[in-house]
């Protein structure tokens, strides 16, 4: 919680947050993201999620991002980005949910849930992560998660470096595939790019 507030000091307040539903490609990612542009799977007409709902009735999601999610940012549109997606292997497509702060749009949840087997269906959430400035995407059929990092002095607008982890879906859960950390310096945006693989 302490982490949130100190990256929205100096937040200007007038901003209008993102559509409630639709795919993430017409929403610019973090700054700094690397190929984390989701290439969406098409899903039939009239299946759409409502993932404000899914969130509000999802008991491990956070009571900051809940509380989020009480009322839309401008008219009915909540800070919430989804994209519909194959990840896990089933059959029916997987949801990426992407959940900002209104003001500014820097993310405080990235969550993916994958359609529970059986006559009653419904969902399972198969990947959270709450740390703020998160964003979660597709990259060649994995999931990408890119995180900004930030030092004392950094304003929301520029982060001191970002975190970028793929997760490959193996034996019913997501496993970590590959990782990297770039620091950005501000005199050259493209020096001092690390990773592990």
Same mark, same amino acid.
């Given at each position: 919680m302490a982490a949130v507030g100190l990256l929205l000091a100096g937040c200007n307040p007038g901003g209008e947050g993102v559509r409630s539903e639709g795919s993430a490609g017409a929403t610019p990612a973090p700054k700094g993201a690397v190929n984390t542009t989701p290439t969406p799977t098409s899903t039939p007409k009239g299946k759409k999620v409502n993932a404000v709902q899914l969130l509000r009735g999802d008991p491990r999601v956070g009571a900051y991002v809940k509380q989020s999610l009480h009322k839309p940012c401008a008219a009915d549109a909540y800070p919430v980005e989804v994209?519909? *997606?194959?990840?896990?292997? #089933? #059959?029916?497509?997987?949801?990426?949910?992407?959940?900002?702060?209104? *003001?500014?749009?820097?993310?405080?949840?990235s969550y993916v849930y994958r359609r529970r087997d059986g006559a009653k269906g419904g969902y399972d959430e198969v990947y959270a992560n709450e740390q703020p400035s998160v964003y979660a995407g597709l990259n060649k059929g994995e999931l990408e998660v890119s995180r900004q990092t930030y030092t004392a002095g950094d304003k929301v607008c520029c982060p001191s470096g970002e975190d970028v982890t793929s997760y490959r879906w193996k034996n019913g859960r997501f496993t970590k595939h590959t990782s990297s950390h770039t620091d950005y310096n501000k005199a050259t945006p493209d020096a001092g790019t690390t990773s592990e693989g």
């Open positions: 994209t519909y *997606a194959s990840l896990t292997g #089933s #059959s029916s497509p997987d949801i990426i949910v992407n959940v900002m702060t209104c *003001a500014d749009s820097v993310g405080i949840g």
